[in-house]
């Protein structure tokens, strides 16, 4: 007897010549596709706190980076095993190619990589309107890209108010001031 989580992790047996297509196929591959980048994401964060500076302080400036490096190791390990079953089953094929669903989702954690690379070059207003609008469209916003940017660009502005003058951090201004 199938138990009411096998249903929904399980691919149903009509779609079975077609997992690839499946949801749950998809969104574990992904996810542990993240949980890869969290563990090197965790190496290059355990890596610069191990070249700060030592002091004879119980917390020097090295303790926050290293508890947020092995807190991301953890959860990026555990994403890989939890959904690793997923992941085999795009890399074997699935029975079919790969759906345009999962190119969009990959091609938004590239999106974020490119956003972190760009960020400090182009500014935080200018690359957070350009990921939003390509996020919005691969997950098929019905609205018009022109019109998203305008809903971004405004809560852009207002994060950057908010971090400016209320908490008082400066997000990265990029070459135009913004």
């Known amino acids: 007897m199938r138990t009411i989580r ?8 009509v779609v079975a010549s077609r997992s ?5 196929v998809v969104s574990g591959a ?4 993240v949980g890869v980048l969290l563990v090197v994401a965790s190496i290059v964060v355990l890596t ?14 090295a303790a926050f980076p290293t508890i947020i490096g092995i807190l991301l190791a953890l959860v990026g390990i555990g994403l890989v095993l939890v959904n690793l079953r997923f992941a085999r089953v795009l890399v074997r094929g699935g029975g079919g190619p790969v759906s345009r669903r999962l190119w969009g989702v990959l091609g938004l954690l590239v999106g974020i990589v490119v956003y972190g690379l760009l960020l ?3 500014g935080f207003t200018v690359v957070s309107v350009a990921l ?3 996020a919005a469209l691969v997950l ?3 609205r018009p890209w022109w019109r998203l940017a305008i809903y971004d660009l405004v809560l852009a502005g207002v994060i950057v108010l908010l ?3 209320v908490i008082g951090l400066a997000l990265p201004a990029g070459p135009w001031g913004f």
């Open 6 to 13: 096998d249903r929904r992790t399980a691919p149903p047996p």
């Open 120 to 122: 400090p070059f182009l």
């Open 30 to 33: 992904v996810t542990a596709l």
């Open 132 to 134: 939003f609008v390509a």
């Open 163 to 165: 971090f400016d003058r």
């Open 48 to 61: 610069d706190a191990a070249s700060l500076r030592p002091t004879t302080e119980p917390l020097g400036p």
């Open 140 to 142: 098929g916003s019905p």
């Open 20 to 24: 690839v297509d499946h949801p749950a």
